[in-house]
């Protein structure tokens, strides 16, 4: 779970924001919020601001350092590493994130690091007990180049060593995290030496899951329905809850020849991995490739069969089914499709992912928006998963949805810099509609359209 985040020197923002998934002292709404180990973490968060405020680029800091711990580069294919550009002297210094999150069986750490184009400048990473905070490693890089990493007493058991760190490396590449490091290493041994920074690798590269008004329509549905035969009868069924205009889905055989359809990388890829399928079986490997709605099987001695995806309408009439392109289906359909694997899990109750989806209301019906909301809080009560979302959507600003401490608003400064903070900020009558206070600028981050109304006026 996701407990707090803070950015800074990162595109639009300038100085330290903070957002957090902390509960406040409300009793409302008791059933939206998680305890682990005596702190109350919220299962939503949804960020309003209006256009260019920079609700787009929280979601984007957390991706970056999603991407950079992952990937292990700092220039990744959906972003590079951008300061606040508007300010010669943030323009020339380091960009900093800092994730507090839970994971594991149950243990909460801090994250932090550093980083401008040239070098990780510092990165550490301390658990956080009921009294103080324990240190587990901090690391600094000079100008130099020179790397240094101090470790506290990791609280790990082990086999045959007395030190839990005599394998880690004490300096490393100046340009790559030492978390991103250990994984390497970790993969290198063959098992995790030190349990806990396995989990929190994985809690980025696994659990946190941004989501963008771009993304791939159905991308990863085609790779369910491929390896669960049972996985559609339970999408029909979100399907039918969430009225999605389509009545199923469909993988169809396709023409496809590897040596013309096969970028080189992707081939060299594909490869590796058949040399590790055990030959004489009919075990394969599945494939979907980033950009469209194909998906790939491969066996043991490189036979390969293909496949595209497709929705299904059926006909009154003889009960059959009338395939379409993805591309053929609505702006509307087209994006919930995107949002259908998180809704899924989401649905599920079970999933214990984060979700953070910008613009969830892009393309759907302000009913609907509501619905993907209020079908969450209902059904998460036995997971762990949380939701946040940015959105101009007013009708979600309703207290019989959310929670005031899950409402957050984002707007530019004099300096075009962007502001985050929380409703829970204000002092609020219960019986206040906030909608109607936000849309009259109550608590700012709405459009400022004054010159408009001048115009008018003056015409």
């Not at 957090?20 to 960020?47: F, Q």
């Not at 075990?283 to 036979?303: K, P």
């Not at 900020?425 to 600028?441: A, C, H, R, V, W």
């Amino acid at each position: 779970m996701l407990i707090r985040f803070v950015v800074e020197n990162f595109l639009s923002f300038k100085d330290e924001v903070e957002f957090s998934m902390l509960a406040g002292e409300s009793d409302e709404h008791p059933d939206h919020v998680h305890t682990v180990r005596d702190m109350r973490i919220l299962k939503t968060g949804v960020i309003f601001g209006a256009n260019a405020s920079g609700k787009t680029n929280l979601i984007k800091a957390m991706s970056f350092a999603q991407n950079f711990i992952t990937s292990g580069t700092l220039k990744t294919e959906y972003l590079e590493l951008t300061p606040f550009l508007l300010d010669g002297e943030s323009a020339a210094k380091p960009s900093e994130f800092l994730f507090e999150i839970q994971c594991g069986i149950g243990q909460c750490f801090q994250y932090y690091f550093s980083v401008d184009s040239q070098r990780v400048h510092k990165e550490s990473l301390y658990e956080i007990l009921p009294a103080t905070d324990r240190m587990i490693f901090e690391r600094t890089t000079s100008a130099g180049g020179k790397t240094d990493i101090e470790f506290g007493k990791i609280p790990v058991l082990v086999t045959n060593d007395d030190d839990p760190t005599d394998i880690l490396p004490k300096s490393g590449d100046p340009r790559v995290l030492f978390l991103t490091q250990y994984k390497r290493l970790e993969l290198e041994l063959g098992e995790p030496r030190i349990p806990f920074l396995a989990h929190i690798y994985d809690w980025f590269d696994q659990i946190l899951v941004p989501v963008f008004p771009d993304s791939i329509p159905a991308q990863g549905i085609g790779l369910g329905l491929m390896k669960d035969d049972d996985l559609e009868r339970r999408l029909k069924e979100l399907i039918e809850v969430f009225d999605l205009g389509i009545d199923g889905f469909d993988l169809r055989p396709i023409e496809f020849n590897a040596e013309r359809d096969l970028p080189d990388d992707f081939a060299q890829h594909i490869h590796e991995v058949v040399k590790q399928i055990p030959k004489d079986t009919d075990q394969r490997a599945i494939f979907g490739r980033h950009g469209n709605e194909q998906y790939l099987t491969v066996d043991a001695a490189s036979n390969f069969s293909a496949y595209k995806l497709v929705t299904l309408h059926e006909l009154p009439e003889d009960g059959g089914a009338v395939p379409f392109d993805l591309q053929a289906e609505s702006d509307g359909t087209r994006r919930l499709l995107a949002l259908l694997p998180a809704l899924f899990r989401l649905h599920s109750g079970q999933s214990d992912h984060v979700f953070v989806i910008d613009e969830l209301d892009r393309s759907l019906h302000t009913h609907l928006t509501y619905n993907v909301l209020d079908q969450f809080l209902t059904s998460s009560v036995k997971g762990r998963s949380q939701l946040i979302v940015t959105t101009h959507d007013t009708g979600l600003l309703d207290f019989a949805l959310l929670r005031r401490d899950e409402v957050w608003f984002i707007e530019k400064d004099r300096d075009n810099s962007s502001l985050l903070f929380s409703l829970e900020e204000f002092k609020l009558p219960d019986s206040m509609n906030i909608q109607k206070g936000y849309l009259g600028g109550r608590f700012g981050a709405i459009p400022i359209l004054s010159i408009l109304h001048e115009h008018e006026t003056a015409e």
